[in-house]
């Protein structure tokens, strides 16, 4: 090998040792998720060896990160992560710290540190038990168990489930019901079905379809 090639492999790996200190993303495990801050503690899951050390550690959990969810205008999609839910975190190439409080941060401070990264999304871990109905299409928003789906296509919108409402509610259309129907249910039930209402003379009677 001459000289100019030592050199070049000397820079190559002196550059392969440098870059494998930049952190850009990687699988954690959710430790603890605050719904309220929108910060989670997140597990780094991978090792590494110290310069000096021969021995491998595993990384300290990170505290406080912001975890990603969508927000604009006031409306929000929110995700609820679960102690060993596995994510990817991304790490800011610039500090994060400041820019969250929506100021300015300055790019002096280093690149890609701990401290300024994000949980991005959830992943799901290989061989996870996959419900039922993740195979169906659109666009999907439901529980691992099976239990619950809200299902989006381009002509329908499924709802698998119970489903509470709070509010009121108007519908516009036609509206089909398989099953009875309850007013009043938390108090004094009264089935559609079987209710009765006065009949204007005498005694009440029972409810006629077509009226």
Not at 7 to 21: C, F, G, V
Not at 24 to 49: N, Q, S, W, Y
Not at 65 to 90: C, H, T
Not at 135 to 151: F, N, R
Request: net charge negative.
């Amino acid at each position: 090998m001459t000289f100019d090639q030592e050199m070049i492999r000397l820079l190559e790996d002196l550059l392969d040792s440098r870059l494998r200190a930049v952190l850009v993303g990687c699988i954690a495990r959710i430790e603890k998720h605050d719904l309220a801050t929108m910060r989670a503690d997140v597990k780094p899951l991978l090792r590494f060896t110290a310069t000096g050390e021969t021995k491998a550690s595993e990384y300290a959990v990170i505290p406080g990160i912001p975890v990603q969810f969508i927000f604009a205008g006031g409306f929000f999609i929110r995700p609820e992560y679960k102690a060993g839910d596995l994510v990817w975190v991304s790490f800011s190439t610039h500090d994060i710290g400041s820019g969250l409080y929506g100021e300015i941060d300055s790019d002096d401070g280093a690149i890609f540190s701990k401290e300024s990264a994000a949980v991005v999304s959830g992943i799901a871990p290989t061989k996870w038990e996959a419900p039922a109905d993740i195979s169906e299409p659109g666009l999907l928003i439901g529980h691992a168990d099976g239990a619950t789906l809200i299902q989006l296509t381009a002509d329908k919108i499924k709802i698998k489930g119970p489903v509470e409402i709070t509010g009121d509610v108007k519908v516009t259309g036609e509206m089909g019901v398989s099953g009875e129907v309850k007013a009043m249910s938390e108090t004094a039930p009264v089935g559609l079905s079987t209710h009765t209402h006065p009949t204007g003379v005498g005694p009440s009677g029972p409810s006629n379809p077509n009226t």
